[in-house]
């Protein structure tokens, strides 16, 4: 349960970070939107998280997490994170499965949340 809460943070941490361009940009399912001087990105991630009910999440930060999410996961494996914030304990099932593809996706999924936590933070 820890572990399952120490991935939310860590991807509540990511959601607010945002790539773009002048104004709008579509990256891996995902569109970035620049509005009053702030970039933030759209998609499944950030919907996610906007919508999980906890008190740190905000545009800003889903936002940023998405951003991160847009480079670091495909729409996939975006559309599997974004069932984390609704279903904690998916993330363990899948962090402990033997099965092969998710053993894949879940290293991709720890290196996503290690750089949305660092470039998220704070948000």
Not at 40 to 64: D, I, Y
Not at 94 to 106: C, G, I, L, V, Y
Request: with cysteine; aromatic share 6%; hydrophobic share 35%.
């Amino acid at each position: 349960m820890k572990t399952a809460g120490l991935m939310l943070v860590a991807v509540l941490a990511v959601a607010a970070c945002g790539g773009g361009d002048r104004n709008k940009r579509n990256y891996g399912g995902g569109t970035v939107t620049r509005a009053a001087s702030v970039n933030f990105a759209t998609g499944p991630v950030s919907r996610a998280c906007l919508t999980s009910g906890r008190k740190a999440a905000n545009s800003r930060l889903c936002g940023c997490i998405q951003g991160v999410a847009n480079r670091d996961l495909s729409s996939n494996d975006q559309r599997k994170a974004a069932k984390f914030f609704s279903d904690p304990h998916q993330a363990q099932e899948t962090r402990q499965s033997d099965n092969p593809s998710n053993e894949a996706f879940w290293k991709r999924y720890k290196a996503f949340a290690a750089r949305a936590e660092a470039s998220c933070t704070g948000l």
